[in-house]
């Protein structure tokens, strides 16, 4: 008789055996990509008012939150509003990730229930949706800038590392939320006061510098910090970012991406019980 | 839910339960909310529970056999199915299985209602670990043998329950599985389906797969089933000729042979 080609065993606290998840979730990874594309079909992003409409939603919110920057400082240029734009863009790729994944395990009850895969899958679906709604906007902010006579150069190379370093924030933010969504399932209705204090405390209607000294604790505890400044300089600026803004910014990410998705697999096992 | 690796012979074990036993906590709320948290904070009241859903199951399953599997609501049933399948890892026990599995829990296609039936079988297939080509040499099949028509490119939310049911059992059964766990998703399906569907069970079970049925119709089980196990409470109590145990049940459930536990209901 042939070796029995799964054994179930009960498990011990902790990790699942990381080299066979990870086998498992890489030979799925066409599901991920399935996953994002339906999901946008459904979301009518396949049709040309849906991608319209992604495009024109941030320019709109863009435009209202540059309204409100020459209300309250009674003046602005053009580079301000580059800057708005490019870490505003950035910023709703974080935020669709967290609004994507914190529903995601909760919204894949039937598929959890009644299927055995790679949990973690979900929520990465949820931040490949984000990336997908984020790269039209990438080609808006270009236009942008080109239309506002900003001067290309090489250091703006520089933003690709970043978008590498947002990207494994997002991952890391939407698998641990949509980890404790399945225990606290009203955490998905405090989601839009987080996003708006992160907005806030983030340099996207100011600049980094124009921030008053005593704040300037804002650099390291808020993740998202270093990582816009560092975008809106490399992008808007055409600088290349202090070696401290990304350490941090890379640091934060590795942090949040490791501690949630160690919390992660170690819950997944029990979510079919939980709900 | 790969389709066929490898020929299996008759009497060859496909499942092998020992002294398995499922013990986990669930939330009490259907909700759990970091508010109710709060609010019971101090005053020691409970939110989970904990549950006894399996207590030492011991059962095989061999190829060319079909086990049918009967119990009374909340008897375990579908708990000893999702352990089986890999969905939720046992708490003590070992479970060895030769094969590849389809599970058809509780109607599982169709995880995002409002995705066609066609995105939610490549979705569904995907996730159970088919690649995209074997999917797609399969599809057709799938759509033919569940008669929807045109409305397997309708989102799922437009679909009767009989029709889930029909794609369902289409996808778990065209894929070919060594090992089918069909979970009462028979009884849904009109007359002329469950005819349908009961011949594709026969006809898997002389193509040497081996298939476990959870169902409370009766009269399918006697007709199909070569073994019938009966759980209660989380604990197999009888384990054997159908007519036997069927009828063991029936006089512990105090009907006897009423008209109502013979048909499919």
């Known amino acids: 008789m042939s070796a029995p080609l799964q054994v179930y065993e009960p498990f011990r606290a902790g990790l699942p055996p990381l080299i066979r998840y990870w086998k498992s979730l890489w030979s799925r990874r066409t599901f991920i990509a399935e996953y994002s ?4 079909r459904e979301q009518h992003f396949d049709s040309v008012f849906g991608q319209m409409w992604l495009v024109l939603n941030p320019l709109l919110l863009s435009a209202v939150y540059f309204l409100l920057i020459v209300i309250i400082r009674g003046s602005s240029d053009s580079t301000r509003y580059a800057h708005l734009t490019a870490t505003l863009f950035l910023f709703y790729l974080v935020a669709n ?13 039937r598929l959890i229930l009644n299927t055995a895969f790679p949990r973690i899958m979900l929520p990465i679906s949820a931040v490949v949706i984000a990336i997908f709604k984020f790269l039209p906007t990438l080609v808006v902010f270009l236009a942008i800038r080109t239309i506002l006579g900003l001067p290309f150069s090489w250091q703006m190379l520089w933003a690709i590392p970043v978008l590498l370093i947002a990207t494994l924030l997002s991952l890391g933010l939407a698998i641990t939320i949509s980890c404790i969504n399945v225990y606290f399932r009203d955490i998905s209705s405090f989601l839009p006061y987080l996003t708006r204090t992160l907005l806030y405390l983030s340099p996207i209607l100011y600049e980094a510098s124009a921030l008053k000294p005593n704040l300037r604790a804002l650099e390291v505890l808020n993740p998202l910090f270093p990582i816009l400044d560092s975008w809106s300089g490399a992008l808007v600026h055409g600088q290349a970012p202090q070696t401290s803004h990304l350490l941090t910014g890379l640091a934060w990410a590795v942090g949040i991406f490791l501690i949630g998705t160690y919390f992660f697999l170690s819950r997944e096992r029990e979510f079919a019980v939980r709900l | 839910m790969r389709s066929a690796s490898k020929e299996y012979k008759t009497n060859e074990i496909a499942v092998s339960v020992r002294n398995l036993g499922l013990t986990y906590s669930t939330a009490i709320d259907r909700r759990p909310t970091l508010k109710a948290r709060v609010k019971s904070f101090g005053r020691g009241t409970k939110q989970t529970r904990i549950i006894r859903a399996l207590d030492n199951v011991n059962l095989d399953v061999e190829y060319g056999h079909v086990l049918g599997v ?3 609501n909340g008897a375990g049933k579908s708990s000893l199915m999702r352990v089986i399948a890999g969905i939720i890892p046992p708490s003590q026990g070992r479970i060895e299985v030769f094969g590849s599995v389809s599970t058809l829990l509780a109607l599982g296609v169709g995880f995002n209602p409002s995705m066609s039936g066609r995105d939610n079988v490549f979705l569904g297939g995907l996730a159970a670990g088919m690649t995209r080509d074997e999917i797609e040499a399969h599809f057709q099949e799938i759509a033919d043998f569940s008669e929807l028509g045109d409305a397997i490119d309708a989102p799922m939310r437009t679909y009767s329950s009989g029709m889930y049911a029909r794609l369902a059992f289409s996808v778990a059964a065209t894929v070919r599985p060594d090992i089918l766990i069909v979970d009462e998703a028979l009884s849904t399906g009109d007359a002329k389906f469950k005819e ?3 011949n594709r069970i026969k006809e898997l079970r002389s193509d040497d797969r081996a298939l476990i049925l959870v169902s409370h119709a009766m009269a399918t089980l006697r007709d199909v089933c070569n073994d019938v196990a009966w759980l209660h409470q989380g604990r197999l109590v ?10 063991a049940y029936q006089e512990f459930l105090q009907v006897g042979k009423s008209a109502v536990i013979d048909e499919d209901l």
Do not use: D, F, H
């Open chain 1, 37 to 40: 594309r339906s999901e946008l």
């Open chain 2, 238 to 247: 009888q384990r054997g000729e159908p007519n036997a145990t069927i009828e």
């Open chain 1, 97 to 109: 990730s967290l609004t994507g994944g914190v529903k995601s395990i909760t919204a894949g009850q």
């Open chain 2, 70 to 72: 009967i119990g009374t």
């Open chain 2, 196 to 198: 349908k569907s009961l």
